[in-house]
């Protein structure tokens, strides 16, 4: 039956901004595919477009159906992701020195996006049945911990660092979110305290070599290094006004191998300068906000998670990517929401929307 | 379904949110700060630095380990490669500078032209490469020429260097630039367009010790390229020299023998496995590839009858003929058809099923043992042994003294020969084994396959008395430092493939059949035999498929590819075994007259040192 207060509660101002956010990352897309001879191909902007459309048909599919569903669903949700995280272990495509890649006949998907939403979805769950006022003991975090690491290690695998670690990120912050006992929290501190020595000793040379290149690129001038500096040299020579659009030189030279998709946010900042990059940067702030209060108007605790996680997800991953483009953050291939190209990436935000809107309008219908 | 709120939760949550909200507002300040900071107060700077992209990153090529031989004497080495390239946009005017260029080296302007215009979707800031290994002279020119030529650079790199034309060509390999295809591959992941890689040979098996790592630096240039300062520099690593197992001076005898044949060449240590020598003729030179071989060049090796990009010594298959006579002989004498003192009477032919098997000597042997048998090769003898065998306990034996399987050697393509069962002819053929057959497989004719290495091997076995080792061809492989990566001679384990499924009564009695093949009167390699040098072998005669055993033929009337591969395989000397050699010469006809010489002055060569 048709509650016309679905309606009512329709969170129009989200859906706005997804069509803002959406837009003026069509037109950086466009810059950054373009610009030059050397780019990458047009196919591109029109393959992104094309995710565009299927994202939206995703998004109206996710506000459909009661929410509370999901919760439900949660553990085949999950199962069926890290089944896909195992397939791509396994006969995932090899490029540029990982297999992140399953081809499922006509399209290529990276589960390691999907998996993201997956694991909001089940920690969601659990800590709507479990937190209470006095806090989650330690016994009751270890089947989130199981939960994590799972997918954890099966992206590590591929490897896949930056998602790995974005995964850990998200469900720290959604514990942090549900209380957990002051005891447990020292317990927490004191175990990684000693485990984290512990690990490194166990680590061969070149696997040190490569967490280290990760927490600073500086040590490897000839790779993060350069490309660091190239970007840091492309956001700044766009300076207050910007270059212009279609003319950032460092963008049509082709520095960085990563143009389209993780480094993104410099054709942007050299084309808009500070002024487009602050516009953007508020526009995203509004969406975090946004988010945050969907989590604070919702009034069960599964929506609440649900929400949060959502909006952790989002927010990290624009605090990672953008730090990173400006030499803030280590180099990992974190795509910047909205804005980067990416099939998988585009799609699972979509979904993301699609929940949100939905929690957003159901919030009030408590039977 | 989940809880529902309760009040207290509420103002839990409440708290947490606004909390969040002030650290999502911290970080944005940050970011935007950051901003301000790169764009603003540095913005100039950054500029400055994006207008001539003033940073820009060259790699350099690590020097590829080198090659030696058992005696660390130098076989493959790098010399400096001056390779001439072009920055479009240091060159401005670029039409000015490359008339330039075209007048001080030679090189034709519109040539130069055509090809920067074929390569669209080159970066203007990277270099271009107009021509490698320019030299020495043209080098001088453009150093005295160099304001008149901004934008053209001279980077050196080192270049392969193959110090002797031809030798152990198919041993050492080459190196050749990487292929699309290669590139996609997981193996190769590190490698870039222009890299070279090994293709072929010691080259491409050991290319991950071989090639060392790549190094190169940031480097700040002005507005014609210059370099301003270097920013950061990481060394590139030299590779891992290889000393290989191969003695120079006897590879060079072997492939000096050859020349003007078909055919291969394997001498190794017959006690520990260490390949000698291993030739395979006609060869090439190795230094084609490197430089960039024109297409002529190519077809006409890829065409050549005579196959010289193969290495026949582990990739070709040959009837092994008489040589086989040792398995055979092995076989009858474990299983008990027949012992020292067995005699069957040769009278030059053997009648089976109405058919006659001739022996290679019409007026025939007489009486005969085995020793004889071995000695002057008959063929009624071991017509007969085979038979009493029966094709699955002959099968049986050759699979156990190595034939029908790749002997593991560390190289790529080897062929693993074939040993023709009953149900391998079912299977492959459809037909039911005739009976017959056997007595074809037990001279070493019929489907029977093997190649020269395999040969190498099972004499190797003999000569030492039983024990397979299994052939390898580097012996130290060490860092550019001098430490010892990995060293054959204290490998606790030395790689003993199996044993010969022979008593040390039949292997005596097989090795003193292969000492009267040479030193007595009626052996079929008596004419190697030379004073001073104590040897022991085998010859053979495989004939070629398509030719019609029962046809007299005047055998000088053979057209050359009907003519049969002359086999000889021996070791010496015969009790304290140092050396076997296995020659195969290609349609060589007679194994004593072709192959057996070769093999003597190889063993005089390595004996006489």
Known sequence: MFDRRLIKFFDWSLLGLTFLIGFIGLVILYSAVMAGDTGPHKILFIKQLIWYSAGLIAMVFCFLFNYRLLEKWAYAIYSICIILLIGVLFFGTYAGGARRWLILGPVSIQPSEIVKIAVIIVLARYYSKNACLTGLRLRELIRPLILILIPFILIVRQPDLGTAMLIVLIAASMTIFVKIEKRSYLYITAFCSILMPAIWFLLKEYQKQRILTFLNPDLDPLGAGYHIIQSKIAVGSGMICGKGFLKGTQNILAFLPEQHTDFIFSVLAEEWGFIGSLVILVIFLMFIIRGLSIAYGCRDVFGTMLASGITALIAWQIFINIGMVMGLMPVVGVPLPFVSYGGSSIITLMICIGILLNISMRRFLIE | ?609
Request: hydrophobic share 40%; charged share 25%.
């Open chain 2, 1 to 609: 379904m989940g809880k529902y709120l309760k009040t207290a939760d509420i103002e839990w949550f409440k708290k947490r949110l606004i909390v969040t909200m002030y650290f999502v507002i911290l970080v944005f300040t940050v970011l935007v700060f950051r901003l301000f900071y790169l764009q603003v107060i540095e913005g100039e700077e950054f500029s400055r630095l994006s207008e001539n992209n003033c940073i820009r990153l060259q790699s350099i090529d690590p020097p590829r380990g080198l090659i030696y031989d058992r005696n660390e004497k130098l076989l493959v080495d790098n010399r400096p490669s001056f390779d001439l390239s072009i920055i479009l946009n240091d060159a401005r005017p670029v039409n000015r500078t490359i008339e330039n260029l075209s007048y001080y080296t030679g090189i034709s302007a519109d040539d130069i032209m055509s090809r920067i215009k074929k390569c669209r979707g080159i970066s203007a800031y990277k270099p271009f490469l107009l021509k490698r290994d320019i030299g020495r002279d043209v080098l001088a020119v453009i150093n005295a020429h160099k304001y008149d030529l901004p934008g053209i650079e001279v980077n050196v790199k080192p270049q392969r260097q193959y110090i002797n034309r031809q030798i152990a060509a198919h041993l050492i390999g080459y190196l050749s630039k990487i292929s699309p295809e290669e590139l996609k591959d997981e193996k190769y992941s590190r490698y870039r367009g222009e890299d070279f890689i090994g293709k072929f040979g010691v080259e491409k098996v050991y290319e991950s010790y071989l090639r060392g790592k790549k190094g190169g630096r940031q480097v700040e240039v002005n507005a014609t390229g210059q370099i301003v300062r270097i920013l950061k520099k990481v060394n590139a690593l030299s590779g891992c020299n290889i000393y290989l197992t191969i003695d120079l001076k006897l590879q060079q005898k072997a492939e000096e023998l050859l020349k003007g044949m078909a055919g291969a060449v394997v001498a190794m240590d017959p006690c520990t496995g260490e390949i000698l020598a291993m030739a395979s003729s006609p060869s090439f030179d190795q230094n084609d590839f490197v430089g960039g071989m024109s297409h002529e060049q190519w077809h006409s090796l890829a065409s050549n009858r005579l196959r010289p990009m193969e290495n026949k010594a582990i990739q070709a298959e040959y009837p092994p003929a008489s040589i086989y006579k040792i398995v055979t002989a092995i076989a009858g004498l474990e299983e008990g058809v027949i012992n020292r003192n067995t005699k069957f009477y040769c009278p030059g032919y053997y009648k089976f099923k109405g058919r006659e098997y001739r022996c290679w000597k019409k007026q025939g042997h007489d009486n005969i043992d085995v020793l004889s048998a071995l000695a002057e090769s008959c063929d009624v003898f071991f017509y007969q042994t085979g038979q009493k065998l029966g094709i699955d306990r002959l099968a049986w034996y050759a699979k156990a003294c190595g034939l029908g399987s790749a002997t593991g050697i560390n190289l790529d393509y080897e062929a693993s020969g074939l040993v023709p069962t009953a149900a391998w002819k079912k299977r492959r053929i459809g037909v039911a084994w005739q009976p017959g057959e056997t007595l074809s497989v037990a001279i070493g004719q019929g489907y029977n396959l093997v190649t020269p290495l395999q040969a190498a091997v099972l004499i190797s076995a003999v000569a030492n008395g039983g024990v397979r080792y299994e052939p390898f061809i580097v012996k130290k492989i060490e860092t550019p430092e001098g430490k010892v990566l990995k060293n054959a001679d204290f490998d606790s384990k030395k790689k003993i493939a199996a044993k010969l499924p022979a008593s040390s009564q039949t292997l005596e009695i097989v090795k003193k059949g292969l000492w009267n093949a040479v030193n007595s009167k009626k052996g079929t390699a008596n004419i190697v035999r030379i004073d001073g040098l104590d040897i022991s072998g085998k010859t053979g005669t495989a004939q070629v498929v398509g030719r019609n055993e029962n046809e007299d033929n005047d055998e000088r009337d053979l057209a050359y590819n009907l003519k049969p591969h002359a086999w000889f395989v021996s070791f010496a000397p015969s009790d304290k075994p140092k050396i076997a050699v296995a020659v195969i010469i290609e349609h060589g006809e007679h194994g004593s007259s072709t192959a057996a010489p070769i093999a003597r002055e190889l063993i005089k060569t390595y004996l006489e040192r």
